[in-house]
């Protein structure tokens, strides 16, 4: 019972690097969500999807593309990647208004 | 856009007492808010949720409230211990399953 999975784990980027976090859910929900969570602070939307081949804007999208292809997978996208980006990224899916959301283990990045 | 706010001071109590953590939203009032429980370098993992016409929501130790004229809802934890030393935080769906969260009150039960 895998749940949310999320890889990698750990990554250090390079300014102006790109690369791509996997999230991965086993209970086939319908939404997804990329969240970003620094220091002292809670979660702050990235992009959310509420459904396969649909994505849309959170609350701090710049910077970050997403892509839904398979309704297991939502993909996040650091096409170059700032220092100001270092933080640590959770996914997240859940069946939609009102149920529980579910958390993968997050992805600690940094970027130098 | 909707808004929730935690008090971001840390809530230091004794073990035994009842600890107490606010969540205040803006603008309209959700039909549900939920509470998480996020344990350093893990995700959050949801804890309770309470509808809009429920005054009040109770599991084992944890009760929940909602008041929608003060727009708040109070987290209480009974018999505090030292497990339940972690960071709470309040959720809820905005328009379109926009599922956004406050910035979390940690909770430090000292023995």
């Known amino acids: 019972n895998a749940g949310v999975t999320q890889t990698p784990k750990f990554r250090v980027l390079k300014t102006g690097q790109s690369m791509t976090l996997l999230c991965a859910q086993d209970?086939?929900?319908?939404?997804m969500y990329w969240y970003r969570q620094d220091p002292g602070m809670g979660l702050r939307l990235i992009h959310y999807?509420?459904?396969?081949?649909?994505?849309a804007k959170g609350e701090v999208p710049d910077g970050y593309n997403v892509s839904r292809l398979k309704k297991q997978n939502f993909l996040l996208g650091l096409e170059s990647a700032a220092p100001s980006q270092t933080s640590v990224y959770f996914c997240?899916?859940?069946?939609?208004?009102?149920?529980?959301?579910?958390f993968g283990q997050g992805t600690r990045l940094t970027v130098v | 856009s909707q808004k929730i706010e935690q008090n971001s001071e840390a809530l230091n109590i004794q073990e035994g007492k009842t600890a107490t953590l606010t969540c205040n939203y803006t603008?309209?009032?959700?039909?549900?808010l939920q509470w998480y429980r996020q344990d350093p370098g893990r995700g959050p993992v949801f804890l309770l949720l309470?509808?809009?016409?429920?005054k009040e929501k109770r599991k084992e130790r944890l009760k929940v409230t909602f008041d929608t004229t003060l727009k708040q809802s109070l987290f209480h934890i009974t018999a505090s211990q030292p497990a339940d030393s972690a960071t709470y935080l309040c959720?809820?769906?905005?328009?379109?399953?926009?599922?956004?969260f406050g910035g979390g009150t940690r909770l430090m039960v000292k023995p």
């Open positions: 603008n309209y009032s959700p039909a549900y």
């Open positions: 959720a809820r769906y905005n328009a379109g399953n926009m599922l956004t």
């Open positions: 999807s509420v459904g396969e081949g649909t994505t």
């Open positions: 309470i509808r809009e016409n429920e």
């Open positions: 997240a899916s859940s069946y939609g208004d009102p149920t529980e959301a579910f």
């Open positions: 209970m086939n929900h319908e939404y």
